[in-house]
């Protein structure tokens, strides 16, 4: 019994020895992305440097990159780090701290995120959904974060006359749009209404005709064809009756020149 705890003891200690050489320093507190600042409260020691490293979001959890060394207690927050975590430690010679980890950067905390649009379109109308890349402009600002949705027909020639439709609904259906035409789609955030972040990339389709449309299209086109093609009829056979004499008496002579030819 006496022995096993001495083991026991014995083992803490060494224990304690390691934890003291690896993590000789305390490590900074509070480490957070906060607005568009990564931030973290210093640590006690005196004359330390601070390593910064980051995980892009979908790489693997062991892919750390490195930033900088660091002496101040802040870093600006830049777009591409978006979804990236970040940890940081305290550095002094050989001696490190543990890594202490922040939350993952969010569109709250860079200016560049946009909405993800997508668009359905049928005969009859045409669909507008968005997504948030994340949900933290709704957590921040609620009701003040809209949609800008813009839409125009593109015209060969002119500049194209915008329409748009503020909103803070996922789901749009827009107003009725003329068929066979080409429009062009885009969507951008306003915060406070005033536009914030990066536009959506611009869409375009054609609206299809209506089934309705269509059949009313081929309709119109057989009947056209069939008065047409009998009016053409009817003009042939009226031409063809009035010229009848007249083409007997320009073919004839022409039968009685050659024996007259052949007289000479
Ligand atoms: C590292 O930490 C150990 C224990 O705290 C200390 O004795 C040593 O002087 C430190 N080395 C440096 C370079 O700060
Ligand atoms: C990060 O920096 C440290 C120290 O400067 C270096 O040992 C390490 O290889 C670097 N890691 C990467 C992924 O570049
Ligand atoms: C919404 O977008 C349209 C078209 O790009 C633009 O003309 C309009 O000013 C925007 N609205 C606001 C409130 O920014
Ligand atoms: C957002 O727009 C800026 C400049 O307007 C551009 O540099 C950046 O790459 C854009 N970001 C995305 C995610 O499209």
Redesign the pocket.
């Known amino acids: 019994m006496i022995l096993h705890l001495h083991v026991v003891a014995v083992l803490v200690l060494i224990i304690n020895i390691n934890i003291e050489r690896t993590f000789g320093l305390k490590p900074p507190q509070d480490v957070r992305v906060v607005k568009s600042y990564l931030q973290w409260k210093p640590s006690n020691d005196d004359n330390v440097l601070y390593?910064l490293?980051y995980n892009p979001k979908y790489k693997s959890e062991e892919e750390?990159?490195?930033v900088s060394?660091h002496i101040g207690t802040k870093l600006r927050i830049t777009p591409e780090f978006y979804g990236a975590v970040f940890r940081v430690r305290t550095e002094k010679g050989n001696n490190v701290s543990e890594w202490q980890y922040s939350n993952p950067v969010q569109c709250v905390n860079v200016a560049s995120c946009l909405p993800v649009t997508n668009l359905i379109v049928t005969p009859e109308r045409v669909y507008l959904t968005m997504v948030h890349m994340d949900e933290s402009l709704e957590k921040e600002y609620g009701e003040h974060i809209e949609f800008n949705i813009s839409y125009w027909k593109v015209d060969n020639g002119g500049s194209p006359k915008v329409e748009s439709i503020i909103t803070n609904r996922k789901n749009v259906l827009l107003p009725e749009l003329e068929s066979e035409q080409n429009y062009c789609f885009q969507v951008e955030y306003l915060l406070y209404d005033k536009p914030y972040g990066n536009a959506s990339k611009e869409r375009c389709e054609i609206i299809p005709e209506t089934p309705e449309a269509a059949r009313r299209r081929v309709l119109l086109y057989s009947i056209l064809t069939t008065f047409v093609v009998s009016a053409m009829c009817g003009i042939c056979i009226f031409v063809l009756f009035k010229h009848h004499k007249k083409m007997k008496q320009l073919l004839q002579p022409v039968q009685l020149e050659i024996p007259d030819h052949y007289r000479e």
Do not use: D, I
Request: glycine content about 0%; aromatic content about 16%; overall charge neutral.
């Open positions: 390593s490293q750390w990159l490195n060394s």
